[in-house]
């Protein structure tokens, strides 16, 4: 794993994690926090797709259909 790599894990993981203690303290509603949790959890695929894929158009693809899905969900 190299350091950019590691990098965007880890500000990713950081996104989610501080969405989720959000959501535990009341800070955000419901449903918006849900419906980020599972857009982080979505971008946190794309990006990991991207790399490695080397950046293939699929990855794009899958990425939209995750946020539609966390639309409808949410």
């Known amino acids: 794993m190299d350091v950019l790599e590691r990098k965007m894990t880890w500000a990713l993981g950081s996104a989610a994690v501080a969405t989720a203690a959000l959501f535990g303290v ?32 699929q990855c794009d693809a899958a990425y939209t259909d995750c946020l539609q899905r966390c639309r409808k969900k949410h």
């Open 26 to 57: 009341g800070l955000i509603a419901s449903t918006p926090a849900a419906a980020g949790l599972c857009a982080a959890k979505c971008l946190i695929e794309y990006n990991g797709c991207r790399i490695r894929k080397k950046g293939a158009p």
